[in-house]
């Protein structure tokens, strides 16, 4: 959601952080490759130039957004939230690595809420609309 606001090295650095989430807890499942799929159609102009490889520093990949407009840090946070609400297992690992890039990026507690929020509304869209569809 919005990653098409992002310039292109935002863009390849984000996907090394999705990356990154959907390993966290171990092999992606199916659900996670569907998301990130959507993503990379989402940044289409910018996968030819992607490795599909994690960048050599995770934490280089963080501080690389440290000094980015607000905007560029609420789209990033707000996709990774999208990413772990793909699966319905809650994960501590995921949850620690949102909460370094909350801190890191200097997101204050009120529009953390307000980003999960985006997210879990526009998942619980999709299930209804889902929902209404095959009745």
């Known amino acids: 959601m919005f990653l098409s606001l ?7 650095k984000f996907l ?3 990356i990154y989430m959907v390993d966290i807890d171990g092999e992606p499942t199916e659900i ?3 998301i990130l799929e959507k993503m ?3 940044v289409g102009h910018v ?3 992607y490795s599909f490889k ?4 995770i934490e280089e990949t963080v501080n690389f957004f440290v000094n980015s407009h607000r905007v560029v840090k609420n789209i990033v946070f707000l996709n990774l939230v999208k990413i772990t609400l793909t699966d319905d297992l809650y994960n501590t690992t995921e949850h620690l690595f949102l909460e370094q890039i909350q801190e890191k990026f200097d997101i204050t507690p009120e529009r953390r809420r307000q980003l999960m929020a985006i997210a879990y509304d526009e ?11 095959k009745e």
């Open 6 to 12: 992002l310039n292109q090295k935002e863009t390849l």
């Open 16 to 18: 090394d952080l999705a």
């Open 32 to 34: 996670e490759k569907n």
């Open 40 to 42: 990379f159609r989402e």
């Open 47 to 49: 996968v030819n130039e």
């Open 54 to 57: 994690f960048s050599d520093s």
């Open 123 to 133: 998942r619980d869209l999709r299930e209804r609309a889902a929902r209404i569809l």
